[in-house]
């Protein structure tokens, strides 16, 4: 009895747990995800065969939007490849549950249920490129009507809904069955168009670009500006073996995709680099990355002919600024291969370049005398000309920068854009300058070069990024364009401003050059003050009394010490090469300095002469310091050009000598020993100042001279110095 009831109590058990199981059962079988079984065909970068390693994959655009909005929409997707008009039929009659990169019409709402859009798609016509300007028309329908009179084969895709509805009506119409050749895709459609079996191609826009490029049609076959039609891609699914529900989840999937950035993602990876490679991969953009080739190269030529280099040397200094930024850039990000194996041109243009500026400069140096005057009335026009093609190849660089951060898929694209555009354009010049052990390397310390490529390479960067989801092949054409012009107009603009970079470490007073410039400047102000050192007296220049003199000479003494401190310190310094001539003139322009001021001091130190002819002769000095410090300050080497061989210093000399011989007449015999004396002072502080104007270094600087001149304290003109100057140059002067 009790084994009975126990058997009854575990078959009960049993087919408890038999329900719970099938009831599970049932909930898994129901929350398995369905399959969306959709089909595929050739049309990069939409949809097509990738090689990842040594297994082929279905990738593409169109293949990455549907697998992401599937996983979303908890379904799975079976992909085939189909032709698109199998699949059109595939989806009348159920075999087939959805296809995307259709276009909505009519027909097609009988068969099949539209999701929302997720991209744009745009028709383009195709021609080649001989008959290009042969077949003119305005739109459309002028096409249409041409084909019809010069009876032109156009080619098409089979099951393709052309946008236009002149266009679909001419392709569906029976009678016109004689001008339409139908491919099942669209290399198909435009390698009939190139082999000559069709007139004309229509094609999807994108596509056609992609493909043309890749099958190297691209300098065959071309693009008609007149445009054929855009609208809104969606996916369609069959009304036979799919429901509202079906779309509902698409839907949702789609949504959830482009909330999480992922459909930003898949439009950057697969839409940004064939647009960019379109844009920027036609013959001007090779010349002109050549151009700006060239133009680095060259610059590394001229270093190794300064450095005495060899040809080995001289092919390293030209090729690091000219391919090793794109070679340090290929390694960072892993782009295999890297630049410079996918073309021999660019060493081979670098060493065409060493070569010839070795047989240039060993023929510009025949003739030791003359070898250094040639080379510097060429070097102005060659480094101006350097100069622009090296803007021009920055500009290039930036672009090409960006466009391998987008074709290596670098996240965010923001902030490898801007990095690997200075890579790229920057990264070979510091190459350069560490291989040459330059402690001034100009790029990482004074120049204003690489900032240009990263403002230039985040604005185009910041671009592409924002404007991804409904950007077109017109947008990042244009885009481009614009980066190249504005990068150019930068560049250019700095090197002829001479703009200093405002990102320097360091207070921009303890740079060298604001140093010399400011040394150069406190000495010329110094000269400016010689006139000071007289007051008038009666219409004529006087030195004023001796306890104002000892002032002026005590602080001009001052001065001097503290320009001479700074000068040591300055030299004593890892100062740019280019300064370094610079520094040694404002030494040497010192020493000047110092020997004017013990000369001047003389001068005004001298008693004052008796005989009317002495104190004439002497009157005439004192001007004669006036004018000629003034003119030494004032107008730097413009006035050391006139002054210096010219006639106010010749006229000066002649006038002081003249007076001297007509007061060594009548003056007395203690005076006739003095002037003589006096006059020889006058003549060596006349030659220090016009050596000091004539030197470069104490010119004014070209837009701020007059700035500077009118707020530095001058001393005023008196009636003297204007009577010295009409004097120096009126009739009683020597004639020339």
């Known amino acids: 009895?009790?084994?009975?009831?126990?058997?009854?109590?575990?078959?009960?058990?049993?087919?408890?747990?038999?329900?719970?199981?099938?009831?599970?059962?049932?909930?898994?079988?129901?929350a398995a995800p369905r399959v969306w079984r959709t089909g595929w065909y050739p049309q990069p970068p939409l949809q097509f065969l990738d090689l990842r390693g040594e297994v082929e994959i279905v990738t593409g655009l169109d293949v990455q939007v549907m697998r992401a909005v599937a996983r979303q929409a908890g379904r799975q997707l079976r992909l085939e490849e189909v032709p698109w008009d199998e699949q059109q039929e595939q989806l009348r009659n159920g075999q087939c549950d959805v296809a995307f990169g259709a276009t909505w019409t009519a027909e097609r709402e009988k068969y099949a249920r539209f999701s929302a859009p997720y991209r744009r798609e745009e028709n383009a016509l195709y021609f080649r490129v001989g008959d290009l300007r042969r077949y003119k028309f305005k739109d459309p329908a002028g096409f249409l009507a041409l084909v019809r009179a010069d009876r032109l084969r156009l080619g098409v895709v089979k099951g393709t809904a052309y946008l236009l509805p002149e266009v679909e009506a001419f392709v569906r119409d029976p009678a016109n069955a004689r001008h339409v050749l139908a491919s099942d895709t669209d290399a198909g459609n435009l390698q009939a168009l190139a082999n000559g079996e069709v007139d004309a191609a229509l094609a999807e826009r994108l596509a056609a670009a992609t493909i043309t490029t890749q099958l190297g049609f691209d300098t065959t076959l071309a693009e008609h500006p007149v445009p054929f039609g855009g609208m809104d891609v969606r996916a369609m699914f069959s009304r036979a073996s799919t429901t509202e529900a079906d779309v509902a989840a698409f839907n949702r999937g789609l949504q959830a995709v482009q909330v999480s950035g992922e459909f930003d993602r898949i439009l950057r990876g697969y839409l940004l680099p064939p647009l960019l490679e379109i844009a920027v991969g036609g013959r001007w953009f090779f010349w002109l990355d050549l151009v700006g080739t060239a133009a680095f190269a060259l610059s590394g030529v001229i270093l190794a002919q300064r450095g005495r280099y060899n040809l080995i040397g001289a092919f390293v200094l030209a090729a690091l600024p000219a391919v090793g930024g794109g070679l340090l850039r290929?390694?960072?990000?892993?782009?295999?291969?890297?630049?410079?194996?996918?073309?021999?041109?660019?060493?081979?243009?670098?060493?065409?370049?060493?070569?010839?500026?070795?047989?240039?400069f060993k023929l510009t140096n025949r003739g030791a005398a003359g070898a250094e005057r040639r080379h510097g009335k060429m070097a102005g026009a060659f480094d101006a000309l350097c100069g622009f093609f090296d803007t021009v190849g920055l500009a290039a660089f930036v672009v090409t920068g960006v466009r391998v951060a987008v074709d290596t898929n670098c996240e965010p694209l923001w902030l490898w854009g801007p990095l690997l555009a200075i890579l790229t354009g920057a990264g070979g010049g510091i190459l350069r300058d560490i291989v040459r052990a330059d402690a001034h390397n100009r790029t990482l310390k004074r120049g204003f070069y690489a900032e240009v490529a990263l403002v230039w390479g985040l604005v185009?960067?910041?671009?592409?990024?924002?404007?991804?989801?409904?950007?077109?092949?017109?947008?990042?054409r244009r885009g481009t364009l614009v980066v190249l012009a504005g990068a150019f107009l930068t560049r250019l603009l700095i090197q002829w401003r001479d703009w200093p970079n405002p990102f320097q470490f360091g207070h921009p007073l303890a740079q060298p050059e604001r140093r010399l410039a400011d040394l150069a400047n406190r000495a010329r102000a110094l000269v400016?003050?010689?006139?000071?050192?007289?007051?008038?007296?009666?219409?004529?220049?006087?030195?004023?009394?001796?306890?104002?003199?000892?002032?002026?000479?005590?602080?001009?003494?001052?001065?001097?010490?503290?320009?001479?401190?700074?000068?040591?310190?300055?030299?004593?310094e890892p100062v740019p090469a280019e300064l370094t001539v610079s520094t040694a003139a404002l030494q040497r322009g010192i020493d000047r300095l110092v020997a004017m001021e013990k000369t001047l001091y003389d001068i005004v130190c001298e008693p004052t002469f008796v005989a009317e002819s002495a104190q004439r002769l002497?009157?005439?000095?004192?001007?004669?310091?006036?004018?000629?410090?003034?003119?030494?300050?004032?107008?730097?080497?413009?006035?050391?050009?006139?002054?210096?061989?010219?006639?106010?210093?010749r006229t000066a000399l002649e006038t002081v000598r003249a007076r001297l011989a007509a007061a060594g007449a009548d003056g007395a015999a203690g005076e006739r020993a003095r002037m003589p004396q006096l006059a020889a002072k006058f003549e060596r502080l006349a030659q220090l100042l016009v050596e000091f104007g004539a030197d470069e270094v104490f010119a004014p600087p070209r837009a701020a001279a007059a700035v500077a001149l009118a707020s530095r304290p001058r001393a005023p003109r008196w009636p003297a110095q204007a009577a010295a100057e009409n004097s120096i140059a009126g009739a009683d002067a020597p004639p020339e």
């Open 330 to 360: 290929d390694l960072v990000t892993g782009r295999r291969p890297v630049g410079v194996l996918r073309s021999p041109v660019p060493l081979l243009l670098v060493a065409g370049l060493v070569v010839a500026g070795y047989v240039f």
């Open 528 to 572: 400016a003050g010689f006139p000071a050192w007289f007051e008038e007296q009666s219409g004529a220049a006087w030195p004023w009394a001796p306890v104002e003199i000892e002032k002026l000479h005590t602080a001009a003494g001052r001065e001097l010490a503290a320009l001479r401190a700074g000068a040591r310190e300055l030299a004593a």
């Open 460 to 476: 185009f960067s910041l671009f592409l990024e924002w404007e991804v989801r409904g950007i077109g092949l017109d947008q990042v």
């Open 1 to 30: 009895m009790n084994a009975h009831r126990t058997a009854a109590v575990l078959l009960r058990r049993c087919r408890a747990a038999l329900a719970i199981g099938g009831v599970f059962l049932a909930g898994l079988a129901t």
């Open 618 to 649: 002497q009157e005439t000095i004192h001007a004669g310091v006036v004018t000629l410090a003034q003119a030494a300050v004032e107008s730097g080497r413009a006035t050391s050009a006139a002054v210096a061989p010219g006639r106010a210093h």
